[in-house]
């Protein structure tokens, strides 16, 4: 077996010293995978999904990527980060830049590009998310929808190694949210490795190669989106599923 | 007394006063921003001393007298064996006490940026440095302007203190004036009150204009 | 901890920095105090009697005396600067123009002034007013330090409430009228009542700045706490001087004025726990633009 692009072995995390919130998490992705990590509400999947990049710090277990540990801080870990995309679920645009400066901050700041090369290759990118036109505005200018697309973008222009989703649609209205999976789609397809966490069944069962479900802080179960979708092994995942569908 | 009268005895007196209003009124207000910047990065600091003598300094200025705040100055300083001459000694003690504003004004800004933007910001690979220099600096400045420039017309009244010890600006020439019954107490108050409306409703509406300008739409 | 918008949750190395740093932080601190005490005794400012005299009885009611004026003239221009605010707000909300009109005029001009200025300008022309008369002023210094109280007070209050009616939903105006209340019966019977409610906090604030305000009466000789501290070191036999006597005005200044700040914060933070409220004290602080707290403007 190939080596892991991203590993966490025996994670756990406390909240405040009593609140358990991941449970001996154990987790592979390898390069070019795409994993959907699904779960009820404060199931521990967003805490998971914002552990790869230390968002949120773990005290027990390690976390790797592309085979190098997790740094505690500093530079180190801004590196890192830098080579870890992070899509949140209410887009983070910086609100005082405009979209084509949310774009190129990253490539010029943190990896020293030169400022045309990095708007030529902004621009590339807002193209291929479909808001190259709306460049010069800010944020609050643009539906959720594009300025979901645009955090894509600026998360992509660093050229990462994985892309983490964090409910990437939660925060939509409903006709804004399948443009949004489309360009996640295009991803998947393209090769890119992505750890995804939402609901959207439809994604899960066209691009993902293995859904997570998650409970109580801990992985209960992992499968193909086929077999976990229509016969999900474990109890509390037939009942979370039971659940979805009839909403 | 005829207003050409009371302005060839009063004309130079004025100009001096309103340039020293003028000239304290700046100097306290730059005072004022590096102290605020200095008191509300201790406030966000890490290191529990300085968060404490930061809450400190701020609750001593805002609930103590601006007059008690200008004669501890004249006295505790000197005591201290910091003898100044009155100008700096007004200079220092106004910037300190709109410091202390200031840094409340500065906290209330950065505590406006959503964390989120912080986390996009460290995601994307910024460190700490550019983190508070390219993202959560320039968003708290943009949130602060209207307050700010509120401080700037109160620290800008507040000058009025600073005649208490011996500073020879608008006010204090008022009091002499009011004081010379041939000038006329009317005259005197119309004169004064015309000059601090000529500095601070421009000031107004630069500061409006700026926010209007700068402010971020969310 | 709880972190901030600035700092993460700390690695070890940080951990090891905020350390040494509290370590430098308490030196540094240790330090200055150190100085502070060298230079104050070698000044001779800690000599014993120097303070223990603050404590005869005598300097005791001198300086009792002027904090009881402050109080009295800072009780005395609060209630009427309420009242006359709250005219102020009715007539810049109502229909009539000329009223309005006055009422801003009132408004930008008296929040515009020095404080300072305007104590002069009222003791000024009490005196040569009564000058022209030939007779007595018809003020006096304390009513003076009063006036003026209530010219800029009154204007910054009108302020907060015309901003606490505002802040209030709209569907509550509209639901009294569609009952069939007027106008003046919606203000006083639905409007009102619950704005003032919201504003109380935004009030006693105003009140903790003007209690500070009234120390500026020291200018025209009103015979408040910080003129009687400077009084102190001249009053009778005393080792007390004026770094003593400012010291103490000033700690018992800080502990009164704190006391209506710290109340104001009290009472906004019990509000806050009501959305609704809430809201409506975010809107009221939005609209003064006066940054995280209500309480003590400059």
Known sequence: MVEALASMRGVNKWYGGTMHALKDINLDIAEGEVVVVIGPSGSGKSTLIRTINRLEPIQEGEIRIDGKLLPEEGKELARLRAEVGMVFQSFNLFAHKTILENVTLGPMKVLKKSKAEAKASAEKLLERVGVAHQAAKYPAELSGGQQQRVAIARSLAMEPKVMLFDEPTSALDPEMINEVLQVMLDLAAAGTTMVVVTHEMGFARSAADRVVFMDEGAIVEENDPESFYKNAKTERARDFLSKLITH | ?218 | MTANVLIEELGPRGQRRVRIGTIVALLAGALALIWMYVQLSNNGQLEGARWTDLFDSGTLRFLGEGLLATIQAAIVAGIIAIVVGFALALMNLSNSRIASALAVGWVELFRALPLLLMIFGVFFIDTSLARGRGGDAVLGVFWSVVVALVLYNSAVLSEIFRAGVRSLDRGQTEAAQSVGMTYWQTMFIVVLPQAVRRMVPAIVAQMATLTKDVSLGFVIGYEEFVRRGAGTPNFGDTEVTNFQAYVSVGLVYFILVWAMAKLADWMESRQRRTPQVAAATEEIESELALGDSLAAGP
């Open chain 2, 1 to 218: 007394m005829s207003w050409s009268e009371f302005l060839d005895k009063y004309q130079g007196p004025l100009i001096d006063a309103a340039w020293t209003t003028l000239r304290l009124a700046f100097v306290s207000f730059g005072i004022a921003l590096v102290v605020g910047i200095i008191v509300v990065s201790f406030r966000v600091s890490p290191i529990p001393p300085l968060v404490r003598v930061a809450t400190w300094f701020v609750a001593f200025f805002r609930n103590t007298p601006l007059l008690v705040v200008f004669f501890l100055a004249l006295f505790g300083l000197g005591d201290l064996g910091l003898v100044y001459d009155f100008f700096p000694t007004a200079a220092v003690a106004l910037g300190l006490y709109t410091g202390a504003y200031m840094a409340e004004v500065l906290r209330s800004g950065i505590n406006a940026v959503p964390q989120g933007q912080a986390e996009a910001g460290r995601s994307i690979g910024l460190g700490f440095i550019q983190l508070m220099r390219l993202i959560v600096i320039p968003q708290a400045v943009r949130t602060v302007i209207g307050p700010i420039g509120n401080l700037f017309v109160a620290n800008f009244k507040n000058t009025a203190v600073a005649s208490t010890i011996s500073v020879l600006e608008l006010t204090g020439q008022s009091q002499r004036m009011f004081n010379d019954a041939a000038a006329g107490v009317w005259r005197v108050l119309i004169v004064i009150t015309a000059i601090y409306l000529l500095f601070l409703f421009p000031a107004g509406y630069v500061f409006r204009w700026l926010d209007a300008r700068f402010s971020i739409k969310r």
